[in-house]
Nanobody, 127 residues
Framework: QVQLVESGGGSVQAGDSLKLSCAAS????????MGWFRQTPGKERESVAA????????AYADSVKGRFTISRDNAKNTVYLQMNSLKPEDTAVYYC????????????????????WGQGTQVTVSS
């Protein structure tokens, strides 16, 4: 059974940093590319970042480019999201997601590509 468990969320001030983790189990982690998404009440879920199976390819939404870094540790079955220079508009519930990747460098920022999701972790940034 696929399970994704996010952690590391919290309440911080603008300009601070947070590192989210997503622990995966129940599937062969290095066969899946991973993504981070976020959602605020009343808005659609939006992409944040994605990473290929090997970690060699990453992609970011324009809103977080240069501030956030996605990484993964296949030995620990964990994907991370390092968030620096946080802004109030980064406030959201952050979700990690997994998608079967048939090519080593495959990735996607489209939520429809992902079929397994975590429960989310709240990030609140105050000005």
């Amino acid at each position: 059974q696929v399970q994704l468990v996010e952690s590391g969320g919290g309440s911080v001030q603008a300009g601070d940093s947070l590192k989210l983790s997503c622990a995966a189990s129940g599937f062969t982690f290095n066969n899946y590319y991973m993504g981070w998404f976020r959602q605020t009440p009343g808005k659609e879920r939006e992409s944040v970042a994605a990473i290929s199976r090997s970690g060699g390819t990453t992609a970011y939404a324009d809103s977080v480019k240069g501030r956030f870094t996605i990484s993964r540790d296949n030995a620990k079955n964990t994907v991370y999201l390092q968030m620096n220079s946080l802004k109030p508009e980064d406030t959201a519930v952050y979700y990690c997601a997994a998608a079967r990747g048939y090519y080593t460098d495959a990735y996607s920022l489209r939520s429809a590509r992902y079929d397994s999701w975590g429960q989310g972790t709240q990030v609140t940034v105050s000005s």
